[in-house]
């Protein structure tokens, strides 16, 4: 459901070439087009003689990382007169001519349109609200290079390429599903970001968390990136202020593999801050983890695939007409499957 109004309540991308033939063979291949890497030559004096390659490279393409162009060198994109090179620490002699291939490193080729099926559920000329899936990562990344929400907001609208993210103002995790609101101006993505830094975008989610909790609850602790797992987050002294405020809507049951029979507690899941994994990080300090978040203890439950975990509303002012907008999603399938096996009544929140 979609509703707009004045509501004052409502205030985020080598070329192929064998060795014997050198990149010679590869020339046929620099017709392609914008794919076709930078070829950059030099010849050895004096001073290359006690450099090693990789480090040469680095005179000759200082705006990559010597990591990168070690990589190059390992997927056959640098000769010496015409012959690959096989190891980074080979040295020139007087006179040999070294050839590389500048791939693009896998960050620039990140930021590349991508036609995405973009489920939008509000849009005008300063900002869009989109309704994101789980398994959708909003920003390229390590592992996630492609197929992002940036990479479907850069096809979707061309002003998305002269924007810092695309106009991406916020994120949800990889297999959080939800409201997200995306600047499509500079004017918008600017007040934004400040908006939600005053805490004037407000986010409301529902969630499905083990065990029985209290009815109504907060957790006001500060989140970091806990010193024992970097891939995790935990309440950590020294964190960024963070505070959630959870109200219990109903209990459930569900039969674990032993057979015993467990409660769960459908949430209502308020944000006063933004911090990475925050509800995640929060329900689980306090015994509570999300059903099915592996990564903060919460077990495989109620056929649910990923952490139950969904952005249901989102409320702002428009950052541009000023006007009070209000948006609600509702249960994806595989939440809405897990909520009814669980025995829980329709969210009202």
């Known amino acids: 459901m979609v509703q707009v109004g004045h509501d004052p309540a409502a205030d985020d991308r080598l070329y192929p070439s064998d060795e014997a033939g050198g990149p010679e063979a590869a020339e046929d291949a620099q017709d392609v087009g914008a794919d076709a890497p930078e070829r950059r030559e030099a010849e050895a004096g004096p001073q290359e003689l006690a450099l090693r390659v990789d480090k040469w490279l680095v005179q000759l393409a200082p705006e990559f990382s010597r990591n990168h162009l070690q990589g190059l060198i390992e997927r056959g994109c640098v000769w010496l007169d015409g012959q690959r090179v096989a190891q980074a620490s080979r040295k020139p002699r007087l006179g040999q001519r070294l050839v590389?291939?500048?791939?693009?490193?896998?960050?620039?080729?990140?930021?590349?349109?991508?036609?995405?099926?973009?489920?939008?559920?509000?849009?005008?000329?300063?900002?869009?609200?989109?309704?994101?899936?789980?398994?959708?990562?909003?920003?390229?990344?390590?592992?996630?290079?492609?197929?992002?929400?940036?990479?479907?907001?850069?096809?979707?609208?061309?002003?998305?390429?002269?924007?810092?993210?695309?106009?991406?103002?916020?994120?949800?995790?990889?297999?959080?599903?939800?409201?997200?609101?995306?600047?499509?101006?500079?004017?918008?993505?600017?007040?934004?970001?400040?908006?939600?830094?005053?805490?004037?975008?407000?986010?409301?989610?529902?969630?499905?968390?083990?065990?029985?909790?209290?009815?109504?609850?907060?957790?006001?602790?500060?989140?970091?990136?806990?010193?024992?797992?970097?891939?995790?987050?935990?309440?950590?002294?020294?964190?960024?202020?963070?505070?959630?405020?959870?109200?219990?809507?109903?209990?459930?049951?569900?039969?674990?593999?032993?057979?015993?029979?467990?409660?769960?507690?459908?949430?209502?899941?308020?944000?006063?801050?933004?911090?990475?994994?925050?509800?995640?990080?929060?329900?689980?300090?306090?015994?509570?983890?999300?059903?099915?978040?592996?990564l903060y203890g919460g077990a495989l439950a109620l056929d649910v695939p990923r952490q139950a975990l969904h952005a249901a509303r989102l409320g702002f002012a428009h950052p541009i007409t000023g006007e009070a907008l209000r948006f609600e999603a509702p249960l994806p399938s595989e939440l809405a499957a897990g909520w009814q096996a669980a025995g829980l009544p329709d969210p009202v929140f």
Not at 251 to 256: S, V
């Open 100 to 294: 590389v291939d500048l791939v693009p490193t896998e960050e620039a080729l990140a930021f590349r349109a991508e036609p995405l099926a973009l489920d939008i559920v509000f849009e005008d000329e300063h900002l869009l609200v989109v309704n994101k899936p789980a398994g959708l990562v909003v920003h390229p990344a390590a592992g996630n290079w492609s197929g992002t929400l940036m990479n479907g907001l850069l096809a979707h609208h061309a002003r998305a390429a002269t924007l810092p993210r695309a106009g991406i103002v916020h994120r949800l995790d990889k297999d959080t599903s939800g409201l997200m609101v995306v600047g499509k101006s500079l004017a918008a993505v600017t007040a934004l970001v400040r908006m939600i830094a005053a805490r004037e975008v407000h986010r409301e989610y529902l969630a499905l968390a083990h065990a029985r909790t209290p009815d109504d609850w907060t957790v006001d602790a500060p989140i970091g990136r806990d010193p024992q797992n970097r891939t995790r987050m935990a309440v950590v002294g020294g964190g960024k202020p963070a505070r959630t405020d959870f109200f219990k809507l109903a209990e459930g049951e569900w039969r674990d593999p032993r057979g015993l029979v467990r409660t769960v507690s459908a949430l209502h899941c308020v944000l006063h801050s933004g911090r990475t994994h925050q509800i995640r990080v929060h329900a689980a300090s306090r015994g509570h983890p999300l059903i099915s978040d592996a």
